[in-house]
């Protein structure tokens, strides 16, 4: 049975109708197919249950997986205020597990996700979705084992409020996370990459605890970012600096590799809130982007995703983009996806949207965490039909 795939979008005054209509384009995309997969993202300003009865109640019981963000990607580009629903059908199986826990203990959540997908010997994917504002999604993927493929993004939504959410089924929360195993006859690729490059400011970590990033050099993170840039310090604890800064990331080299942490936001005594720990003691170099170092990152990272499939035809994108992307190409929204389908041509559905983190495992090995990055998830059969 070949593989199938469609994709919806709406924009509409409520969640209910956006996801009502999102569902309808999808399935009449769709035609005669039944779905056996849904992916749905939503904006951070819709209610999470209001996106869910519309969507089950085109779709039913068909296993669905869904984050917030602040826009929705598709192969048309760019939709603020919308809701995407993405169709999967074909000779596959698909369960969903919903992990309330995420936010309290990454490790806990893993070691479920491991026990479930060891009750199962096929050979088997994991997408997942959890909250980018809670949990330590480094910890989640210290606890997974090389042996498993798992993929996923963190949910983003409004920086100041810290307002996000994933949902399966008839549950949504904003603290969770949900993860979808697939089996059969499917393969996921994945490619990931990012645009931001080192530009010759270096510091020292001298201060921080726990997802607070205290002192650079020690000066308050602030201070050190005010005399880079030549805003004054108080100016990043207030909008829009204090969101902004998600665009000036800081690197570590670690190995041959630069590793990425990009901060949420910055806090009122001047500290910079993360999503991931970052130790004392480290010399870390200031990050800066352009619009054409993304869009080769994109291209990258599709090539890469195709490349993963191997002689598989992709028949459906699922692309993961930071959140910095959409702040950085706010003047040619929807940039990213154009250089996507360069590579994975323009008739290959595409669905997406933007998130406070990426976590990739790739060729055997553990998974990563990444901050920055665009993902690209190509899906193809896994034998020639």
Known sequence: MTLFASVGSTQALDGREAGLQAAHQALNQLGANTPGFAVVIASHQYQPREVLSGVSSLLGDTPMIGFSSPAGLTHSGHHPHSVVVALLSGDFQVDTLWLPGYAQSGRETALKIEEYAAARTERQSVLFFADGFNGD???????????LNITGGLS????????????????SDGSALVAAFLRGNL?????SDHGWN??????????????????LD?????????????????????PPLNYLVRLYPIGFEQGDEMIVRAPIRVEADGSFSMNAAIREGFDAYLLVG????CENAARH???QALLQLGDSKPAFALVLVDIAWQMLLKAQPGAEIAAVQEILGENIPIAGGYTLGQVVSKNGAAPKFLNQHIVVVAFGETSQS
Not at 137 to 147: K, V
Not at 218 to 238: I, N, Q, V
Not at 290 to 293: E, I, K
């Open 137 to 147: 999604a480094e910890q989640f993927c210290g606890a997974i084992s090389s042996a």
């Open 301 to 303: 990272a599709t090539q």
């Open 218 to 238: 020690e000066h308050p993170a602030s201070e050190t970012y005010a005399a880079l840039f030549g805003y004054p310090a108080r100016d990043w604890a207030f």
């Open 290 to 293: 352009n619009r054409a170092g």
């Open 156 to 171: 983003s939504g409004d920086l100041q409020t810290g307002n996000t959410y994933q949902m399966t089924g008839n549950k």
């Open 187 to 191: 393969k996921m690729g994945v490619g």
């Open 198 to 215: 080192p530009v010759g400011s270096q510091f020292r970590v001298t201060g921080s605890r726990g997802f607070s990033l205290r002192t």
